[in-house]
């Protein structure tokens, strides 16, 4: 009976190490992701923060400064952004866990839970700020609504500019979940 | 009686072969309580996306048809007001059937994963697909938030005016379309939280 067992387990050993090899694979995937989404939220944080443009004239009906706090929208932008790269960093101990431990199951659910709860709060500030965006550039003849563009041109340049790194990052969440759903899926 | 090189231990038939039983955990059937667990997951995967079909085509129902003509009019402003006016609004329409036509279309993906609770294919893909239908969803009711915020309270700074003070049938309509996206974004958001639960294996 005891030759019969260690026949068996020595099979087991054998066929789990390149399944586990896939696994420890997506894991460092997933560590390398999570850098490049810190990066993109955070560049785009800081420059649509520091955003800053007052035109050298003035008359007494309009003002002529513009900041990223003037829109409500883009301040959600920069919060938003601002909390998605304070979630990636904490995350990215989760994540070197299971690069060393790569059969965790319950926590890898936890990640992608949390992953997509932060991926629903970067799209909502992302596409909220785009669509301020389009209007500074393009205006609206039906509401009225001028496009502020052709005044402030440094400052609609900064605020185009930062919304990449913020799309860069929903693109990263989505690679993110895949991965780690694939990591949970494979025996 | 053995003689002393080699030694024969006679081990009988029935317990050779119960070892070699117990020793076969791969092929056994799976716990029916977690069998149980896993399609009692599928189930609610299902009900909660026929509640994200009708949330989604409510809402791009409700901003199609949210059109207001005022009934006076000068030289210089238009005083109609609908959907295809604002962009963004028509972004909203499109993004929002887009998504409850992929749900409708993935409910047979759903029915399968209630047929066979272990089959881990079908799950990893709805896993995938509701993700980017969730993005979908949540980009296009934030940005039809933005502008209804807009609309509502206009923007000293960008010298916006709040449209919404004369054309107030149209706000509403757009308002309670937005409401029901967002009520479609949660329900996408615990579709995706249960498909990542089920993936567990066993």
């Not at chain 1, 929208?73 to 979630?87: E, K, W």
């Not at chain 2, 993700?131 to 969803?137: D, E, H, I, N, S």
């Not at chain 2, 757009?174 to 993936?199: D, K, N, Q, R, T």
């Amino acid at each position: 009976m005891k030759q019969i067992s260690d026949v068996e387990l020595g099979d087991k050993a054998k066929s789990s190490s390149p399944r586990s090899g896939v696994k420890k694979g997506l894991s460092i995937l997933d560590f390398v992701l999570r850098l490049i989404a810190i990066v993109g939220t955070l560049a785009s944080a800081v420059a649509m923060g520091t955003t800053n443009e007052t035109l050298p004239f003035f008359t007494r009906f309009t003002r002529f400064r513009a900041e990223y706090d003037d829109l409500p929208t883009f301040t959600f932008f920069v919060v938003a952004n601002a909390i998605v790269s304070g979630y990636l960093v904490l995350s990215l101990v989760l994540s070197f866990f299971h690069i060393v431990r790569s059969n965790a199951q319950n926590s890898r659910v936890l990640l992608i839970i949390f992953d997509a709860a932060m991926l629903g709060l970067l799209t909502a500030g992302a596409s909220a700020s785009a669509a301020i965006v389009y209007l500074a550039h393009n205006g609206n003849t039906n509401t009225n609504w001028f496009a502020i563009c052709r005044q402030f041109n440094s400052f609609c340049e900064r605020i185009s500019g930062s919304l990449i790194g913020s799309f860069v990052g929903v693109g990263v969440f989505l690679l993110l979940i895949l991965v780690s759903g694939l990591a949970l899926s494979r025996r | 009686m053995a003689n002393r090189d080699s030694i024969t231990i006679d081990v009988d038939q029935e317990t050779r072969t119960a070892a070699k039983l117990e020793k076969v955990p791969m092929l056994a059937a799976p716990k029916p309580a977690k069998r149980g667990l896993k399609k009692g997951i599928a189930i609610t995967d299902f009900v909660l996306r026929l509640g994200a079909i009708a949330a989604a085509l409510s809402a791009a129902a409700t901003m199609g048809t949210a059109d207001e003509t005022l009934p006076f009019f000068t030289q210089f402003f238009q005083f109609e007001a609908s959907y295809d006016d604002l962009p963004t609004f028509m972004f909203f329409v499109i993004a929002m059937a887009i998504v409850g036509g992929y749900l409708v279309l993935s409910l047979p993906l759903s029915i399968v994963t209630i047929i066979r609770p272990h089959a881990a294919a079908p799950r990893l893909a709805l896993l995938i697909l509701d993700t980017v239908a969730l993005t979908l969803a949540t980009s296009c009711a934030a940005a039809a938030t933005s502008i209804v915020y807009l609309a509502h309270n206009g923007n000293s700074s960008a010298n916006w005016m709040a449209v919404c003070q004369q054309f107030t049938g149209f706000c509403q309509g757009a308002s309670g379309a937005v409401v029901s996206s967002f009520v479609a974004v949660v329900l996408l958001m615990l579709l995706v939280a249960l498909s990542a639960c089920a993936l567990r294996r066993t």
